[in-house]
């Protein structure tokens, strides 16, 4: 079954930095990718995802994540934290024949000002 | 955008219990997930549900869980005999004709068994 890691537990950045989320994947073809944040309280909202074509790809909220099949990894990127940007982030991997999707451990994301 | 509501955001058993979690998916989606977070772990996926019947179920699924799509528009989750190790946040998600096109997830149901 597919599966994927997240290294980072917590990172923290000082405002208006950039960040980069890392997420490694474990599937045997080209995976169905996506990267999910989940605020204090909330559900999970889909950021941006990869199913075929471009490997850059962009999402809501400023966010991108490029696909690197060499790699195995699909890391999230953004140029410029805000402060509302500290939250969970999630990266998780489905397969194209079944409909389980797979979570990695999150990746704690502090906003210093 | 449309949303996935779940119903209760709280809910507080006793172990032997059983509990039953409620979700209203999108009204035309046709996909229907279960997953589960226990405190400080990573998401896990549970059960998907298409056509009226289980698609896919993880290992955590054993007979204990259950889920039914009563009336076309409730989606629930019931848990027999709760246990201890069964506390976590339980999130429904739905998607639409294309599968993991994109799911909608609800804001969870926390789980709380004592």
């Known amino acids: 079954a597919q599966s994927v890691t997240q290294p980072d537990i917590h990172i923290t950045v000082s405002e208006g930095a950039s960040l980069e989320l890392r997420c490694n994947y474990s599937?045997?073809?080209?995976?169905?990718l996506f990267w999910y944040v989940q605020s204090p309280g909330q559900g999970l909202q889909l950021l941006l995802k990869y199913f075929s074509g471009d490997t850059l790809v962009q999402g809501i909220k400023g966010f991108e994540a490029e696909f690197k099949r060499s790699q195995s990894s699909f890391n999230l990127r953004k140029p410029s934290v805000h402060w509302s940007d500290a939250a969970e982030y999630f990266c998780?991997?489905?397969?194209?024949?079944?409909?389980?999707?797979?979570f990695g451990a999150g990746t704690r994301l502090t906003v210093k000002p | 955008e449309p949303e996935v509501t779940q119903t209760p955001s709280h809910q507080v058993t006793q172990m032997g219990q059983e509990v039953i979690l409620r979700c209203v998916p999108i009204s035309n989606h046709l996909y229907f997930y279960w997953y589960r977070q226990i405190l400080g772990q990573k998401v896990e996926f549970l059960v998907s549900f298409y056509n009226n019947e289980i698609s896919e179920k993880s290992e955590i699924f054993d007979d204990q869980f259950s889920v039914e799509r009563p009336d076309g528009s409730n989606f629930t989750l019931k848990i027999r005999s709760t246990k201890l190790e069964d506390s976590a946040m339980y999130f429904c998600?739905?998607?639409?004709?294309?599968?993991?096109?994109?799911?909608?997830f609800g804001s969870g149901t926390q789980l709380s068994v004592l």
């Open positions: 599937y045997g073809a080209t995976p169905y």
């Open positions: 998600a739905s998607s639409g004709h294309l599968s993991r096109e994109k799911l909608f």
């Open positions: 998780a991997v489905g397969a194209r024949n079944n409909n389980d999707m797979r």
